[in-house]
């Protein structure tokens, strides 16, 4: 199975996106890393402890990572995620408790182990990437032995947190620039899941009530999870987001993603935290922009079989 590791700000998303990692038999989920975001650090660490708890994977370690962007202060997106983050179920308070390695050690020991051991972790940023970027200046050796990056953000044609750009790429969009430049650095391959393709795997309101009666603690709350957007958005069904991400790894042909140019706007007047895609005709020559410094190059999705997605998740 598939080592990897996912950096959440749970997140109703994200708690989706967890389970299928701590779930999945394909899946080798080996540390789950936590970012202010959605909802503030200490609601996000809660919330994620939460959700392994009820998946029964009290072996995967937990990092307690970035409380804020590098530069920006938070902003957070309770309105969309309910006041606890993570759709006011009620849960009871988790009795994990998260590992005492900050995240950027965690994520350390994690990669190094894994690369020594010949297989390299797949990291999932499925949050604004801080952590990410932290570990690729505090310990970049480390970083380099990421085998593969597949992060939630940002998008080519559409945007949410602002007119040009995704929430989790706007959040922190300096410390996007650093991931994916360091990626470009060390020739480590990186998909971007963005919002062309995000909210394409939908869920019914009958296939919950399916879920519900499954009747496990992790499929109880997968439903509620799933019918907390339904209710909030008066909609019959419901995207899984992020748990895309993840899903993707275990159905590669259901994406379809073409390797180009991006970069991340750090300035801008209404702009800022826009990754501008360059889609130009390169005749085959995308390594080499004349124009300024060599663009990371990245597999960017640009369409998605929804249906298998959300089949899988379920
Ligand atoms: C992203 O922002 C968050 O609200 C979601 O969890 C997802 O990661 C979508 O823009
Ligand atoms: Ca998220």
């Known amino acids: ?31 789950v890393t936590c970012v202010g975001g959605n909802a503030p650090l200490a609601d996000v660490v809660r919330n994620t402890l939460t959700v392994l708890e009820a998946a029964g994977r009290d072996d995967v370690p937990v990092g307690v990572g970035a409380a804020r962007p590098l530069l920006e202060e938070p902003v957070d997106a309770r309105h969309v995620h309910g006041s606890d983050g993570m759709a006011d179920l009620g849960m009871p308070s988790p009795r994990l408790r998260a590992d005492p390695r900050p995240a950027v050690d965690l994520l350390r020991d994690t990669l190094e182990a894994a690369a020594s051991a010949g297989a390299p972790v797949t990291v999932v940023p499925l949050a604004p990437m801080t952590n990410l970027a932290l570990l690729a200046r505090v310990h970049p050796d480390a970083f380099a032995r990421i085998g593969r990056l597949v992060f939630m953000g940002g998008g ?155 089949a899988l998740w379920l």
């Open 156 to 310: 080519v044609e559409i945007s949410n947190a602002t007119a040009a750009a995704e929430f989790n790429v706007f959040h922190d969009p300096e410390a996007a620039a650093i991931v994916l430049d360091a990626c470009a650095g060390h020739g480590i391959p990186v998909t971007m899941y963005g919002l062309d393709v995000f909210s394409d795997p939908v869920v019914t309101d009958s296939e919950v009530e399916d879920l519900r009666r499954v009747g496990t603690p992790a499929a109880r709350l997968a439903a509620g999870l799933v019918s907390f957007h339904h209710r909030r958005f008066a909609s019959a069904g419901t995207t899984i987001g992020d748990a895309g991400a993840v899903a993707i790894l275990l159905e590669p042909d259901a994406v379809r993603t073409e390797r180009l140019p991006v970069r991340v706007e750090l300035t801008g007047t209404w702009t800022r935290g826009r990754t501008v895609v360059d889609r130009r005709d390169w005749g085959g020559h995308l390594d080499h922009d004349p124009h300024g410094l060599a663009p990371a190059l990245v597999h960017v999705a640009l369409g998605i079989d929804g249906p298998r997605i959300a």
């Open 1 to 31: 199975s598939l080592p990897v590791v996912l950096d959440v700000d749970t997140g109703v998303d994200d708690a989706c996106a967890l389970l299928l990692a701590a779930l999945h038999p394909r899946l080798d989920l080996r540390a």
